[in-house]
């Protein structure tokens, strides 16, 4: 009786339904950035690696090839070390002046209790740029799809972890930390209905973006979003325009501005109406609040200027997430979003 037993478990656990997985995500506060950092393993064994989520784009991780100064300073990924490692070899430059480049490599995943094989991913051997030394992530986990470079949501659907490739975000505020979900959502995460929207090139339409009496983009707005900066990144010009009309003061980083913490409540709400829903955030909501020595605060508009910022673009980061639960459905390329518990 026993082996029938334990030969019906192993069964059930062999042809188990596809179900949801949970990443954790630590809230943490480092170098003047705000990150939301979760935890897996590559290879065989499981060589531990902290990432942030990129909602578009494909995996990238450290490889112990990498000799620059950020790759060294945090836990790199060895492809020798690993009896599951698979050879691609494909070079890859990631866009956007990011000057990160090296080659597709795959090898098996391991995140929130999950493990699928045969997962491709960037294996970085140069990062050159502005990224600190100090950040806590060891890589990129990219949740993002194209058929020449399939994401984790992609492999965890093909070999039956998940039955959608469904992806829910949600980021806690006060330093609670978050939770991505992946192949399906949280609804204790959020407080009413999902409003769907069709998602194009990464990116969904607005009817209108405002702060104040500043109109961001009156029509043709287009809104994307990322979760590993807190800023709204959008033109130069605009920035200027919102920072002057918000009191914000230069502190000599272009696209930046500083903002009076004693004044914040004054100032106007930002608005933004996708799909017919107003979805609205307070001052101190869209501020980044930095502490300084001796009990000081420098206060930081989070509407940041990008010289090469498409001129009806905006993208909203982890500020704008901690106040809106996100669902992405690849299968049907739409976005949901609702206010975040």
């Given at each position: ?35 939301f ?40 990924y ?10 691609d ?29 045969d ?46 490739r ?9 330093g ?16 009413s ?12 339409s ?17 809104v ?26 230069d ?34 909501q ?16 989070g509407?940041?200027g ?5 001129p ?7 500020l ?22």
């Amino acid at each position: 009786m026993l082996r029938l037993l334990l030969a019906l478990s192993c069964a059930a656990a062999l042809n188990a339904a596809p179900g949801t997985v949970y990443v954790p995500l630590r809230d943490v506060f480092q170098a003047g950035q705000q990150f939301f950092v979760g935890d897996l393993e590559v290879g065989t064994p499981g060589q531990p690696m902290s990432v942030i989520v990129a909602i578009d784009g494909l995996t990238c991780l450290n490889s112990v090839r990498c000799s620059d100064p950020y790759c060294t300073s945090h836990r790199q990924y060895d492809a020798s070390a690993s009896s599951t490692y698979q050879e691609d070899g494909t070079p890859f430059d990631l866009p956007g002046g990011l000057n990160i480049s090296g080659v597709l490599s795959k090898d098996s995943v391991s995140l929130g209790g999950a493990t699928v094989s045969d997962v491709l991913f960037a294996e970085a051997t140069s990062v050159w740029n502005q990224w600190s030394t100090d950040a806590p992530n060891d890589g990129v986990l990219g949740l993002g799809f194209s058929p020449a470079a399939p994401s984790i949501l992609d492999a965890l659907a093909e070999q039956g972890v998940i039955a959608d490739r469904l992806a829910g975000i949600w980021l806690g505020r006060d330093g609670v930390g978050g939770e991505l979900t992946l192949g399906g959502i949280n609804e204790q995460r959020y407080t009413s209905p999902l409003t769907w929207t069709p998602i194009v090139d990464n990116m969904v339409s607005a009817e209108s973006v405002t702060v104040g009496q500043v109109s961001v983009c009156a029509a043709d707005c287009r809104v994307g979003a990322t979760s590993v900066s807190p800023y709204f990144f959008l033109t130069m010009q605009m920035a200027k325009t919102i920072n002057d009309a918000l009191g914000g003061t230069d502190i000599g980083q272009p696209g930046v501005a500083a903002l009076d913490c004693a004044t914040l409540d004054a100032l106007p709400t930002l608005e933004l109406v996708i799909a017919g829903r107003s979805l609205q955030m307070s001052p101190r909501q869209y501020t980044v609040v930095i502490p300084l020595t001796g009990g000081e605060s420098l206060c930081l508009s989070g509407f940041v200027g990008q010289p090469e910022a498409p001129p009806a673009d905006i993208t909203v980061g982890t500020l704008f997430m901690q106040q809106f639960y996100a669902a992405y459905d690849m299968d049907n390329m739409q976005l949901g979003f609702t206010d975040s518990a």
